[in-house]
């Protein structure tokens, strides 16, 4: 079993930094994609990025150039540094992680599921 544990949400103002890390556990982290998703009152679960496993980035045309996604395999962990934050990035931000040798894809590529940070951007 596969379980993911997000940390670093908080209150920030508009144009702060946050780096979110989520610890996965079991021994196969390195063999799988890892993607961040955010969520937002009233709306679907959004794609924000992706790495695959072979260490290939994907990223939503609105955290483009502002955010990045990086993993540690020997920590089991992946990170989500978000920069220059905007009042829209609020939401609930959850980790992801999909089977292994996995291509980046819609929410259906994913497999297991963190339980949310949530990250709040006051303007």
């Known amino acids: 079993q596969v379980q993911l544990v997000e940390s670093g949400g908080g209150l920030v103002q508009a144009g702060d930094s946050l780096r979110l890390s989520c610890a996965v556990s079991?021994?196969?982290?390195?063999?799988?994609?890892m993607g961040w998703f955010r969520q937002s009152p009233g709306k679907d679960r959004e794609f924000v990025a992706a790495?695959?496993?072979?260490?290939?980035?994907y990223y939503a045309d609105s955290v483009k150039g502002r955010f990045t996604i990086s993993r540690e395999n020997a920590k089991n962990t992946v990170y989500l540094q978000m920069n220059g934050l905007k009042p829209e990035d609020t939401a609930v931000y959850y980790c992801?992680?999909?089977?292994?040798?996995?291509?980046?894809?819609?929410?259906?590529?994913?497999?297991?599921w963190g339980q949310g940070t949530q990250v709040t951007v006051s303007s």
């Open positions: 790495m695959s496993w072979s260490r290939n980035t």
């Open positions: 079991g021994r196969t982290f390195s063999s799988r994609t």
């Open positions: 992801a992680a999909s089977r292994e040798f996995q291509s980046p894809g819609p929410r259906s590529a994913y497999d297991y």
